[in-house]
């Protein structure tokens, strides 16, 4: 047995912070299931520019390396962002599980290539609780080796 699974969370950082509250409290609750490897991205202090002091290559290394390294990748795609984008496309073609959690909200709808794509589970959620049980049915379907 390897151990808990390594979870790679991917939100908005550069494309807007207005979740990062949210981010924060799904990250706790993934905890539960294993390790996360991005907790910065529910940090407080992020700004809407992105993380302060690394160069964007820098950024890109470290990223890139986690996402070699994690065994699922569980994306909040609320709010449209670039890079969670490519960060998906890259577990996709890793071949590794991939969670789109996205919040009903009257204004805004998902994004077509990420809520059509059958190599994705995609799950919709309207508050917190919500996202508590998808996360807990994702992490006990039996797709994520050392999971629940």
């Known amino acids: 047995m390897k151990g808990p699974p390594k ?3 991917s939100g908005s ?5 207005e979740d990062q509250e949210l981010y924060g409290a799904l990250i706790r609750l993934l905890r539960k299931h294993g390790e996360v490897l991005t907790e910065h991205v529910g940090a407080a202090g992020r700004a809407g520019t992105g993380e302060s002091g690394a160069p964007d290559d820098e950024i890109y290394a470290r990223d890139m390396e986690w996402l070699g390294a994690a ?3 569980v994306a909040e795609v609320t709010t449209p962002s670039l890079g969670v984008g490519y960060e998906i496309a890259r577990m996709e073609r ?4 991939v969670l789109c959690l996205y919040r009903e909200l009257p204004y805004r709808k998902p994004s077509a290539m990420i809520a059509g794509n059958p190599n994705l589970v995609f799950r919709r959620y309207v508050d917190r609780d919500d996202l508590r049980v998808r996360l807990d049915e994702f992490f006990s379907s039996g797709m994520i080796p050392g999971a629940d």
């Open 71 to 73: 065994d699922v990748l």
């Open 13 to 17: 950082i550069r494309g807007g912070r």
């Open 7 to 9: 979870i790679y969370f």
């Open 94 to 97: 890793l071949g590794r599980p």
